[in-house]
């Protein structure tokens, strides 16, 4: 009796406990769509800045990072520990990485320079200092390093999609100098990831389709920016 009463205890414990996991799951699922929506969203004010008041543009857009920001802290990294960061990550990396997109783009517009890690997890970690109900104690430190290494090289590399619409948009305004800025760094983005390819590989199966999509983006602004040059030459030449 006492043996079935002690595997009863047993098998009701670890009911509790994979109901609280999942339940966590799906609490961090619903958090990782409204992160990526609402990363979208800036993505798609922020191309509108060419044809709208940048300053304007710019100010909507930081306020809504920030606004994303205070998701990030309040319902996923609130959900987590030091030790179950990494179990939960494939749930919500890629929210990160269309944050870092996002916020990348904007920081490229706005300052023509590409953001650093350290500085995405210093924005997240001013952010964290402000008091939140519910947040536990062992999440503080995690807030460090919200966005991991893999999250800010992926995300990097998919913004080099936005750089290239923003490059064509630039070239069919004839604004040569941006144009071609924005050909400098993507060729640059393109060399340096080759040399940590092969790494990054045992991160994301699907990290050769992005590099790919890098090398395809970067031969869309070549071939947009030697039109802008052809052109740039017919028109001196009459």
Not at 64 to 76: F, N, W, Y
Not at 137 to 149: A, D, V
Not at 181 to 188: F, I
Request: aromatic share 10%; with cysteine; hydrophobic share 35%.
């Amino acid at each position: 009796m006492l043996k079935q009463s002690s595997a009863s205890y047993l098998f009701q414990k670890l009911s509790e406990d994979l109901s609280f996991l999942i339940e966590k799951r799906e609490r961090l699922v619903k958090a990782s769509r409204d992160v990526t929506y609402q990363s979208k969203k800036v993505i798609y004010l922020l191309h509108r800045a060419v044809d709208e008041e940048p300053l304007s543009v710019f100010s909507k857009a930081e306020e809504q990072l920030h606004t994303i920001r205070k998701l990030i802290c309040d319902l996923i990294l609130s959900e987590l520990s030091l030790e179950n960061y990494y179990r939960f990550h494939e749930v919500f990396t890629t929210a990160l990485q269309e944050y870092t997109e996002a916020r990348l783009f904007c920081a490229y517009l706005k300052e023509n320079r590409i953001m650093t890690l350290d500085e995405l997890n210093a924005e997240i970690a001013h952010q964290s200092e402000q008091p939140t109900e519910g947040l536990r104690e062992e999440t503080t430190q995690q807030f460090i390093t919200s966005i991991s290494p893999k999250d800010y090289i992926l995300g990097l590399v998919d913004s080099s999609g936005e750089l290239m619409r923003h490059c064509i948009n630039c070239a069919s305004r004839n604004e040569t100098d941006k144009a071609f800025q924005v050909e400098c760094v993507l060729r640059q983005l393109s060399t340096e990831i080759k040399f940590v390819g092969v790494y990054l590989s045992r991160w994301n199966d699907n990290l050769d389709n992005k590099l790919e999509a890098i090398r395809a983006n970067l031969g869309k602004v070549e071939n947009a920016c030697y039109q802008l040059y052809i052109r740039g030459m017919e028109f001196r030449q009459h």
